[in-house]
């Protein structure tokens, strides 16, 4: 029975015109994105540290004369002094001997930099415009690339273009709100267009669940297939243009309070196995929303709000830990860290969000297994009042 309700289901699914659509979207986002991104400006490192040494000179500017008699202030003034000798060594090796040869002292230089921003930190920046603060994360990061860099004998600047850089950035740009809202659109009418568009299998003796399980796993499929098409060529295109890449470079990503180094092919691993799971929960939420409100616009719109709740309420000062699992759904902000730092949650990494992802799809299926016995006992009290002898 699921069996064939499930092949007339795939029919349907491939021959509607809408989510055929949104799939060939979904897949030409990747080709087009490598376009506007190979047109793009990218930082390179020498014009990184160059805006480095711009900061740290206009720090010397703007620092309180005042602040520098405080113990404080003396230990922050000298801290600068020994960046911005760091930073111009780190130049000089730049503009006169080049990365390659001086990989070594180039990350040492750069470790010892990064040490004295952190104790900067430690002293609050006492007397630093915040526009030249570095944050601490991004010092964080560099600590752990560089560390990264100076075990394993890295390039320290690989080409931005090659496919397996170009990929995270196209992760980057399409995890959170985009996704969210397409794939919502997709699955808006998983339950409703088979009440609008009826066929013969609207009796099929199938149970509510059996049914909505056998329409996520199609509508599942269909959009993976979409998305690892789109991957494909768009990587492919990368490929041709600008090189593979190497798929042992280290990628940054927060996990357990720290930022961590791990390989772009792991990288892309965890992306696409959250990506999945978003996907499954999300079209759970369409028909839990299909099953309630009965419409697609509301359950396009309920989304949206839903996913923005946490920053409203961050927004107005209510920083409300329960919200926070709902801004998993943005992997890509979350592998990065920036959820974690946005939302002053350290516990928000990847394990995290895979937990609650999942947790997710098992509450939301419960709750449509709740709905459905619901309706089941209503009916059958129904039938029961319907059937009882009346009175004489």
Known sequence: MFWKYFLFETKLMVRNRKNLFLGALLALFFPIFFFYYSDTEVETIESEKRSEQAMIEATFDSFPMSQEETPEGAEIHEIYLEQSSL??????????VGLDETNEEYIENGLQLNELRLRTHELDNQ??????????????????????????QIQLEPDPFVTTN?????????????????????????????????TVMKGFPLSFMNKIHAKVIIHFLYMMVFLTAGIIVGGYIAAREAGLG???????????NDY???PALQYYMYILLAIALIVIVLYYTAALFNTIFKSAYATVLLALVIFY????????????????????????????????????NEQIDYGYAMLWLAVFAIMIAGVLKLIQWRSYKVKLQSVEVHSSPTDC
């Open 166 to 198: 170009y990929l995270i950035h196209a992760f980057s740009i399409l995890s959170g709100l985009f996704f969210l809202l397409f794939m919502m659109i997709s699955g808006s009418e998983i339950l409703l267009y088979e009440e609008k568009h009826q």
């Open 246 to 256: 190497n798929l042992s470079y280290p990628v940054m990503i927060f996990m357990n």
């Open 309 to 344: 709740i946490p920053d409203l309420s961050l927004m107005i000062g209510w920083n409300t830990v329960w919200l926070h699992p709902i801004k998993v759904l943005d992997i890509a902000g979350v592998l990065s860290g920036n959820i974690a730092v946005q939302f002053g």
């Open 87 to 96: 930073v111009n060594y780190q130049l000089y090796y730049l503009a006169f």
């Open 260 to 262: 961590v180094a791990i």
């Open 127 to 152: 007397g630093i415009p915040p526009q030249y603060i570095i944050p601490k994360e991004e010092v964080l990061q560099s600590n752990a690339f560089l560390q990264y860099a100076l075990k394993n």
